[in-house]
């Protein structure tokens, strides 16, 4: 149990500045594969960035430093990027890759992007939250929809 705990330790302290905390009901590791897997009402906090799934398995390399999380089962997260735009979302599969900062999500993907008021839907969506860009794909019988609130011309004039 100690060993697992410093496992869990050191995914903190390799992702960088802040903390990393993973809770679950059930915890499993394995040093030898380097494969960690929570399962049960996972809840992940970094600074802002927030992620809950059914389960969460990490993939580390051979220096314990994480080089995917993969999140399956009623998947939601709230996310902050480099540029500190906020979104928050769902889906049903998310892989997180912390090298490069970028999320990728499948299934029923619902990403709201705060700031701007605007909403994609789709299939697989990924969200590089350094360079700030999203990009999406829908089913071929089911496309991808983009949703933007516009304010109205007379709102706008009203507001000043």
Not at 44 to 60: F, G, H, M, Q, R
Request: glycine share 6%; net charge positive.
């Amino acid at each position: 149990m100690k060993r697992k705990l410093l496992t869990l330790l050191t995914f903190a302290s390799l992702l960088g500045a802040g903390e990393l905390k993973i809770t679950s009901q059930k915890f499993t590791a394995d040093e030898n594969t380097g494969v960690s897997v929570f399962t049960g009402n996972v809840n992940i906090i970094k600074n802002a960035d927030e992620l809950n799934a059914s389960e969460v398995t990490v993939y580390v390399d051979k220096k314990n430093k994480p080089k995917k999380f993969v999140a399956v089962g009623n998947v939601s997260f709230q996310i902050i990027t480099e540029n500190k735009a906020s979104y928050k979302g769902k889906a049903q599969k998310a892989i997180y890759y912390p090298d490069i900062k970028e999320y990728h999500f499948f299934k029923d993907v619902h990403l709201q992007q705060m700031d701007d008021k605007k909403d994609i839907i789709g299939d697989e969506v990924v969200l590089k939250t350094i360079e700030g860009k999203a990009y999406a794909k829908g089913l071929e019988t089911k496309p991808v929809i983009m949703i933007f609130d516009i304010a109205d011309a007379n709102e706008s004039n009203q507001s000043k």
